[in-house]
């Protein structure tokens, strides 16, 4: 199996714009979260599905971010408008199920000036 | 609600030496506690993990970690550190009923001098 997928690897957008992070989970994963991590505040997690039903978002930092999960393999992470302080490492990870050893993929870096 | 404590930032060990990461977390019974390994530019990797059972655990690269319920502590260890072991490592602490939030420490960076 490839992993987890996230696409892009690194973003840079101006202050204001749309972005949107997009992950695929292992096949046959039911469950899937997606963490933020900076300097400031290390690795937090923003949100949890489990079998495409969001389960957790109380991570989610405000409005402005909004994840779905369509089907069992595409999620996307998107935050309108982007602002500066938005500026992290976006990982998406995926699980057997809830409480299953976590597998993450390599990261989006986004960069919003 | 679970937390971790990992108490260095930065650790320097010279290639060959042996290594040691601390790591302490807080819960109010035997949590399931993970250690991860990030390199540069690239996402978390399991290196071992501890739900139950044996305190030692092995895990992936020759590393081992020890489970002391009695210190709340989960260090990580390595007889013999090799260059490419330079890298960010994570003690994560998890609940063990039902869902709870995988909790990350803060990491300590190791760096492998020659």
């Known amino acids: 199996d490839a992993g987890v997928i996230q696409s892009p690897r690194h973003e840079v957008t101006e202050m204001g714009q749309e972005v949107t992070l997009r992950c695929k989970p292992i096949?046959?994963?039911?469950?899937l979260f997606w963490y933020r991590q900076t300097m400031m505040r290390g690795l937090e997690l923003l949100i949890y599905f489990n079998n495409n039903v969001p389960i957790d978002d109380s991570g989610m930092p405000e409005d402005r971010f909004s994840a779905k999960m369509p089907n069992a393999s595409f999620s996307t992470l998107k935050i309108q408008p982007s602002e500066p302080r938005d500026s992290a490492v976006y990982f998406c990870a995926s699980s057997l199920d809830a409480g299953d050893i976590q597998y993450f993929g390599a990261g989006t870096r986004l960069s919003v000036l | 609600a679970q937390s971790v404590t990992q108490p260095d930032i930065h650790i320097t060990v010279s290639e060959g030496a042996s290594l040691e990461l601390r790591c302490n977390y807080s819960?109010?019974?035997?949590?399931?506690l993970f250690w991860y390994v990030q390199s540069p530019g690239q996402g978390l990797q399991l290196l071992l993990k501890y739900f139950s059972g044996d305190t030692l655990v092995q895990g992936i690269k020759g590393f081992e970690a020890e489970f002391k319920r009695s210190q709340s502590s989960f260090n990580l260890r390595k007889p013999s550190v090799h260059w490419s072991d330079a890298a960010e490592y994570f003690c994560?602490?998890?609940?063990?009923?039902?869902?709870?939030?995988?909790?990350f420490g803060t990491g300590t960076r190791l760096l492998v001098s020659p």
């Open positions: 096949s046959g994963h039911n469950s």
């Open positions: 819960y109010g019974a035997t949590p399931y």
């Open positions: 994560a602490v998890e609940g063990n009923t039902g869902f709870q939030k995988l909790v």
